[in-house]
Nanobody, 127 residues
C-alpha cells in the first residue's frame, strides 16, 4: 500500500488559482494510477481528475475540464492538481487517491477502483 498526504489547500478568491500536491510514500509510486476527488459538505464524493501511471493519459470531469490540470513527477513521488479560474462551487475537501494498476496508460474515474487515499485538504473559494 502507498501512503498519501495532500498539501496546498486553502482559501482562494473566485477566478484565482491554487495548486494541490499529493506526496506518496511506502510503495513504488510509478506503479499507481492517480486521481483526485472532492467532497462538498452534505454531498457525495465526486471524481475530479485522473492520471495514468506514465502520466501520458489524463481525464477530467466536465466541471474541471479546461480549468484544472493533473500531472505527476514520478521522480518526486508526487501528483499535482493545478486549479485555475476557480469557482465557488469548487469548494470542497479534496482527496488524492492511488490505484494499483498493471496498465501504464489507463485512468480510473470511479472511487471504488482506488486502493489508497489521502487525508484530504480543504479548498474554499470565496465570491
Amino acid at each position: 500500500q502507498v501512503q498519501l498526504v495532500e498539501l496546498g489547500g486553502g482559501l482562494v478568491q473566485a477566478g484565482g488559482s491554487l495548486r494541490l500536491d499529493c506526496a506518496a510514500s511506502g510503495d513504488t509510486f510509478s506503479g499507481y494510477s492517480m486521481g483526485w476527488f472532492r467532497q462538498a459538505p452534505g454531498k457525495e464524493r465526486e471524481f475530479v481528475s485522473a492520471l495514468s501511471r506514465s502520466g501520458g493519459s489524463t481525464y477530467y470531469a466536465d466541471s474541471a475540464k479546461g480549468r484544472f490540470t493533473i500531472s505527476r513527477d514520478n521522480a518526486k513521488n508526487t501528483v499535482y492538481l493545478q486549479m485555475n479560474r476557480m469557482k465557488p462551487e469548487d469548494t470542497a475537501v479534496y482527496y488524492c487517491a492511488a490505484a494499483k494498476s498493471p496498465y501504464s496508460g489507463t485512468v480510473y474515474v470511479t472511487d471504488t477502483r482506488y486502493d489508497s487515499w489521502g487525508q484530504g485538504t480543504q479548498v474554499t473559494v470565496s465570491s
